[in-house]
């Protein structure tokens, strides 16, 4: 990627594609063995394959009686009860014409059977059972190999280990997998105004809340902050904390990079040999946000930043539409877009046409009639609507006016 194309301020979905286009350039990370549990919100390194077929026998889905299909054709139909199957033990027996076999759910269906009546359709009487429904061939049995067969691939090399998938693989008896190590990312919040949050700010001060949300961003998106100390708004002192910051695998700023006289942040990188990608998108909030990468001298391969608007509502909105990508990229994952829904939008929105916009807003309602809100906020520097808000109404840019009743975008977060 050459930073002349792509530099400047772009559209939103021209930042997105450079930020996809840098992501699958991203070669993955070291592996490392751990406990499934420790596993669990990292990628794996390597496929999770089937040791057996599963389920390794026909199995029952229901409590009821095996029998032949065929001799339940005509119902009520009376047959001689053979025996019993539970789940666990072994087959029985085979299932002979005219008989069933009691089986419970789990169990393995005995040979000759070839569908499960539920008990509920049927009446007993010593060692005969009456069925009183028909049956078609396979119902209530889920077939040998059918869900994945012996050797298949389950889960592939990139997948994010949910519950779901640390399912899979305890079904497959992998109590340990292989899994990439997580990036670590620095973070250097800037502003001759930021103090640390332990400390008690002067009068025109104000806590660092950025660094703080940032860490918990980049945790929830499997990295390993590095916090570093809040750099003043002078070159030399943000020159030694950037060359720091660049011994990680990622390096997010937070602040400095809007046009004020002392935004100093770009121009810190550029002295520092970065290649920049883009140095601003057509977003709100967000707008200055500058992605690149730049090498510390002592070491070869570049690493990518982001230079995230100081507004904490930007900070947050900038890191999750490009960062997290980069963060997801960065751990071994596959790529995968960024998580939308559609609900209705329960108050109309009127704004300005020319800049994506994401909204801080409320998603409630039913689960079929989701409705969403924009939470009344001061700008982007409005912690308090952030953290009322649980997800951003995502406004197109063409758009001035978003009427009340209509189904609008959804970002969730
Ligand atoms: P900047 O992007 O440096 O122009 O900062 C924009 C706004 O965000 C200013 O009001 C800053 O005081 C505020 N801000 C910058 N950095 C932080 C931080 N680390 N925590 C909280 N607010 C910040
Ligand atoms: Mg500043």
């Known amino acids: 990627m050459s930073s002349s194309s792509a530099s400047g301020v772009v559209p939103f979905e021209q930042a997105c594609e450079i930020v996809r286009e840098y992501c699958n350039r991203i070669s993955s990370g070291q592996p490392e063995t751990i406990s499934l549990l420790q596993a669990l919100g990292r990628v794996l390194a390597e496929p999770i394959v089937a040791d057996r077929d599963f389920p390794p026998f026909p199995r029952a889905t229901r409590d009821g009686y095996a029998l032949r299909a065929e001799d339940v054709r005509t119902v009520p139909a009376t047959l001689r009860v053979a025996g019993t199957v539970k789940a666990g033990s072994a087959h029985h027996g085979a299932v002979a014409r005219g008989e069933a076999v009691e089986i419970m759910t789990g169990a393995a269906i005995p040979d000759g059977g070839d569908a499960v009546v539920m008990v509920e359709y049927t009446s007993r009487d010593a060692n005969q059972v009456v ?7 396979g119902e209530n ?3 040998t190999g059918s869900e994945s067969r012996a050797g298949q691939e389950m889960l592939a090399r990139g997948s994010r280990l949910g519950f779901a998938q640390v399912a899979v693989a305890a079904a497959v008896g992998k109590t340990n997998v292989q899994v990439y190590k997580k990036p670590r990312v ?3 919040s800037t502003g001759d105004e930021v103090v640390d949050a332990a400390q008690s700010p002067g009068p025109f001060q104000i806590r660092n809340s950025n660094s703080y949300s940032l860490a ?3 945790i929830a998106g499997g990295g390993e902050p590095e916090t570093l100390p809040v750099a003043p708004d002078d070159e030399a002192a943000l020159h030694r ?3 720091q910051g660049l011994t990680a695998d990622m390096l997010l700023l937070s ?3 809007s046009m004020g006289k002392f935004d100093l942040v770009e121009k810190v990188l550029a002295a520092s040999g970065a ?5 601003g998108a057509l977003i709100q909030p967000g707008r200055p946000v500058v992605f690149g990468q730049a090498a510390p001298a002592a070491r070869r391969s570049p690493i990518p930043f982001f230079g995230l608007p100081g507004n904490p509502i930007s900070t947050m909105v900038t890191f999750d539409l490009f960062a997290r990508p980069v963060l997801a990229a960065l751990s071994g994952a596959s790529p995968s877009r960024l998580p939308t829904v559609k609900a209705r939008l329960s108050k109309e929105i009127k704004t300005r046409t ?3 916009r994401f909204l801080p807003s409320i998603l409630q309602g039913g689960l079929l009639d989701a409705e969403v809100a924009v939470v009344p906020w001061q700008g982007s520097g409005d912690l308090m609507a952030s953290a009322r808000a649980n997800c951003y109404v995502v406004v197109p840019p063409d758009r001035d006016l978003l009427p009340a009743g209509e189904m609008v975008s959804v970002l969730l977060r």
């Not at 290649?275 to 140095?279: D, H, I, S």
């Open 131 to 137: 069925v009183q429904r028909t049956c078609t061939k």
């Open 141 to 143: 049995i889920v077939p």
């Open 186 to 188: 620095a973070i250097l």
């Open 216 to 218: 918990a961003q980049v």
């Open 241 to 243: 904390l950037v060359q």
């Open 255 to 257: 602040g400095g990079v």
């Open 275 to 279: 290649e920049f990608f883009f140095t």
């Open 354 to 356: 020319g800049l994506t």
